[in-house]
């Protein structure tokens, strides 16, 4: 079973940037789809940014502009680049390999064992 774990988050002042690390212990071209999500205390958890088959990235509307996906398969590891951070981007991000056949959105699956995650706080 191939793991993923994430790096990369930290405290920021409003503007600043982050890239967020998702780093498999396998192959990750073993996946149709890598995405990152979030969530904020005492909010469900939420889709950021998925990358699926042929590499086409889905973004969710509340980063859009703001946030880029990328993967780098020699490193095994899938990025989250957010530029231009807000306050209400503070959460923890976690990263997962959903199964949704040739799909690859920004839903929130179901069956995911989530990872601990890494902390975005973002301050004004």
Aim: net charge negative.
């Amino acid at each position: 079973q191939v793991r993923l774990m994430e790096s990369g988050g930290g405290s920021v002042q409003v503007g600043g940037a982050l890239r967020l690390s998702c780093t498999a212990s396998g192959d990750i071209d073993l996946f149709n789809c890598m995405a990152w999500y979030r969530q904020a205390p005492g909010k469900q958890r939420e889709g950021v940014a998925s990358l699926g088959i042929g590499d086409w990235p889905v973004i969710a509307d509340s980063v859009h502009g703001r946030f880029t996906i990328s993967k780098d398969r020699a490193k095994n590891t899938l990025y989250l680049q957010m530029n231009n951070l807000r306050p209400d981007d503070s959460a923890m991000y976690y990263c997962a390999a959903p199964d949704f056949g040739d799909y690859c959105g920004v839903d929130v699956p179901d069956n995911v064992n989530w990872g601990r995650g890494t902390q975005v706080t973002v301050s004004s």
